[in-house]
């Protein structure tokens, strides 16, 4: 535990937290006055009180070593031994010194419950209790100090149980928010890797087109050069500004957005493109959309980049499935380049956000090129075209 608070049977870490714990230990050391006492004005003889003295000294010691232990959390062995020692030190004071030293086995009960687990403790517990009421039948008048003294062993044994459990319960929590924070960054990182790759691989893509063109155009035709390098000049922009708003997280994909952009980069690349209408997306969830607007991103990226294609096709139905609505996005080219046989980031990341958003993706070749095919939930939107 972080702070001034620490737990019950563990180490302090900082003086902060030592004095903490060592005042919160000294208010029930008070109750040692008894013992205290019986040895002041008890009429014992001197050899009894150094002896009583002595013995005192080391069950106090003993028991601040077991509250204060530094083994781990589940040596049950130290605790169970120390338990002994302080059951076995204790009947023996009693024996000797009389009833006045029956206290002591409220701080075994007690140093049970802060120290053992619960399984454990609800036998330690009474069984304390118990020796101590037999303690006390034994010695003279000890059955006066047995209502007086039993009922606190018992309560505040099992009483630390719960302070215990509370304080493991506080470790866990704080454990599992920790952990939680750590899945939430994971995550957060995981989706600006996803967003960069398909921000810059598509615009990068773009980019790299249009200067082959420039550059091919530039000799003879400077004015048409002009216009391609105006064109990157404005896709880099565009690309700058995604990428700024990636990394803020405010960035939405748009499907309407992309099928333009799927037109552009498609025409540059010299890709015959059949794509559809601006489809009506009223009532489809903004996480749909979103998901197949990346994903015809992705697949057109891959066609310009990889497939040779000479032409490509774009469709988006609306179908009604067991599952409900679906949208569904194609993207079939007639290349050889294909995604290969294991799917690279780009894919992998789209199959990601598609099980985000509900949907799933198929990629696999064709007899005549490479298809893509990405379906998300519809909602209660509108029938939408088909290829046009």
């Known amino acids: 535990m972080s702070g001034t608070g620490v737990g019950i049977g563990q180490r302090p870490e900082t003086r902060k937290q030592m004095t903490v714990k060592m005042l919160w230990t000294g208010i029930w050391l008070v109750y040692l006055s008894a013992p205290v006492s019986d040895l002041l004005h008890g009429g014992h003889g001197v050899v009894a009180v150094v002896l009583g003295w002595l013995g005192l000294a080391g069950f106090v010691g003993w028991y601040l070593a077991l509250l204060f232990r530094t083994g781990r959390r589940n040596a049950e062995s130290f605790v169970l031994t120390s338990l002994a020692v302080l059951s076995a030190e204790s009947t023996l004071l009693v024996l000797t010194l009389g009833r006045e030293w029956l206290v002591l086995f409220v ?7 802060a120290a053992l687990p619960l399984r ?3 036998w330690t517990i009474p ?19 047995i209502g007086a003294l039993l009922i606190p062993a018992l309560l505040g044994g099992f009483a630390m149980t719960g302070v215990r459990e509370l304080v493991r319960t506080t470790i866990e929590l704080r454990e599992a928010r920790a952990r939680v924070a750590q899945l939430a960054a ?18 990068l893509s773009l980019i790299t087109l249009k200067s082959e063109l420039a550059g091919r155009m530039l000799p003879a035709h400077p004015g048409k050069a002009a216009q391609q390098v ?9 690309a700058l500004v995604d990428v700024r708003e990636a990394v803020s997280g405010y960035r939405r994909a748009r499907l309407a957005a992309e099928l333009a952009g799927a037109q552009v980069a498609l025409t540059a690349a010299g890709v015959t493109a059949t794509l559809p209408a601006e489809p009506d997306l009223t009532g489809v969830p903004e996480e749909s959309e979103s998901a197949l607007a990346w994903a015809l991103r992705e697949a057109v990226t891959n066609v310009v980049r990889h497939s040779g294609a000479r032409g490509c096709t774009v469709e988006l139905l609306h179908r009604q499935t067991l599952d409900g609505p679906r949208l569904e996005l194609t993207v079939e080219d007639d290349g050889s380049g294909g995604a290969g046989n294991a799917p690279g980031n780009g894919l992998t990341g789209l199959t990601e956000r598609l099980e985000k958003a509900g949907g799933t993706l198929e990629a696999a070749g064709t007899r005549h090129g490479f298809r893509l095919v990405a379906r998300v939930p519809a909602g209660s939107a509108a029938d939408v075209g088909s290829a046009s």
């Open 127 to 145: 069984a304390a209790s118990a020796l101590m009421a037999g303690l006390a039948l034994l010695v003279t008048d000890g059955t006066e100090y």
């Open 107 to 113: 701080y075994v009960s007690i140093a049970s419950g």
């Open 230 to 238: 105006a064109d990157i000049e404005q896709v880099s922009r565009q």
């Open 186 to 203: 994971n995550e957060e990182r995981l989706r600006l890797a996803r967003d960069l790759h398909d921000l810059l691989g598509h615009s």
């Open 120 to 122: 454990l403790a609800r």
